[in-house]
């Protein structure tokens, strides 16, 4: 009866371990897993077939919306109901209006990401875990926390020079940056 627990428990024990190890902690990191789940979960309800193919990211709250709709509307929605989510402290709308992009636009999207991941995680001078990537119309979006200016202008040089990125977009934040926050888990 147990057996299709294992990769969820084996997930819940890799994201623990990350979360102890990146800077914004493990209490923080389980927030913005539930702030995201509620959020991803809130939009799929909203319109499923509209909101299916944004991506979200979550660091202290701070949400960040990715992704390409057709109309301008969608995407004012999209951050509406990001706001509507308990625990969401700021709502960044990176959602580009130009059009739904194409399988092939988001499969070589998804290898970009991969590839810059991948680079990331290969320069152990960096602070990996403590970064996400999103590429969205070959524009690589950062979001994390880094150390210093210093290695957040090393991480944007690396990422930069990634075969398939046009250009990075920081939504990082430096570890003593005041828009930080260490709260408890969202409301139920």
């Not at 990350?18 to 809130?42: H, P, Y």
């Not at 499923?48 to 709250?61: H, M, P, Q, W």
């Not at 152990?124 to 990537?133: A, K, M, P, Q, R």
Request: aromatic share 2%; charged share 20%.
């Amino acid at each position: 009866a147990l057996t299709g627990c294992g990769p969820a428990l084996l997930a819940g024990v890799t994201s623990a371990g990350v979360a102890s190890q990146q800077e914004r902690g493990a209490v923080s990191a389980a927030s913005d897993i539930e702030i995201n789940t509620r959020l991803d979960a809130a939009l799929l309800r909203a319109d499923a077939r509209k909101y299916a193919g944004l991506s979200t990211d979550v660091s202290e709250g701070r949400v960040t919306l990715f992704g390409a709709l057709n109309d301008p509307v969608d995407a004012v929605r999209a951050e509406a109901i990001a706001w509507s989510v308990p625990g969401v402290s700021s709502v960044s709308n990176e959602i580009e209006t130009t059009g739904a992009r194409s399988a092939a636009h988001i499969l070589k999207d998804v290898r970009t990401a991969n590839t810059a991941r991948l680079q990331l995680l290969n320069n152990t001078s960096l602070g990996s875990v403590n970064y996400s990537i999103t590429v969205i119309n070959d524009t690589l979006h950062l979001t994390g926390i880094a150390e210093s200016t210093e290695e957040l202008q090393q991480v944007t040089t690396l990422l930069r020079n990634v075969n398939g990125v046009e250009r990075v977009v920081s939504h990082a934040l430096l570890v003593d940056d005041p828009r930080r926050r260490t709260t408890a888990a969202p409301e139920a």
